[in-house]
């Protein structure tokens, strides 16, 4: 089973799928305009159409449109990265002719050769630091376990207990007094 999917450039294609059918989905009048053309596939099977500029009865022009056909999905189930980056540049008009399949594999090597030497750079990275650190040509990261929040008035401080603390029963108004002041400093 196959299904329209909605990755296209211009209109939308027919609203039930079937070119030969106008958009409210009657049989009246024959075709809206040119069959939608066959353009390729790509190696997941699914397939890319086209219907070429044209002129409508009315003679307004209609801009190429080109959409794809997915296999075995749902319009509801695309997802970016799902169709080759080829052709989701052709479908959205980026370039002007469709990619062939050795393009589309020549370009899937490239990124698989890039992501084995991203991987390789960032293992000799790792291993140039540690020998780093060995040496002590570079300070090893300090590891700090701060507790709380960076807006608590306790941050990076010991926590104050859980338990309540009170002074309702020994309250006295009057008694008390700021540090640093009173008849003692007086003297």
């Not at 209109?11 to 024959?30: E, L, T």
């Not at 479908?91 to 062939?100: A, G, L, M, S």
Request: net charge positive; with cysteine.
């Amino acid at each position: 089973m196959t299904s329209t999917c909605f990755l296209t450039s211009g209109a939308q294609p027919h609203a039930d799928g079937i070119p030969g059918r106008n958009r409210a989905g009657s049989k009246g009048g024959g075709l809206v305009g040119p069959a939608k053309e066959l353009v390729g596939t790509d190696q997941f099977g699914n397939k890319y159409y086209r219907v070429p500029k044209h002129e409508s009865r009315a003679g307004q022009i209609i801009p190429e449109r080109r959409f794809v056909e997915a296999v075995n999905r749902e319009a509801y189930q695309y997802q970016i990265g799902d169709f080759p980056a080829e052709w989701e540049a052709w479908i959205r008009k980026k370039r002007e002719d469709p990619p062939t399949i050795e393009e589309i594999l020549r370009n899937e090597n490239y990124r698989e050769e890039m992501k084995q030497k991203v991987k390789d750079v960032s293992e000799k990275d790792k291993l140039l630091q540690a020998k780093e650190y060995e040496q002590g040509l570079i300070a090893e990261p300090s590891h700090t376990q701060v507790k709380g929040h960076a807006s608590a008035p306790y941050y990076g401080k010991k926590e104050p207990s859980q338990d309540p603390t009170s002074t309702a029963n020994t309250f006295q108004p009057g008694a008390w007094m700021p540090p640093g002041s009173g008849s003692s400093q007086n003297k």
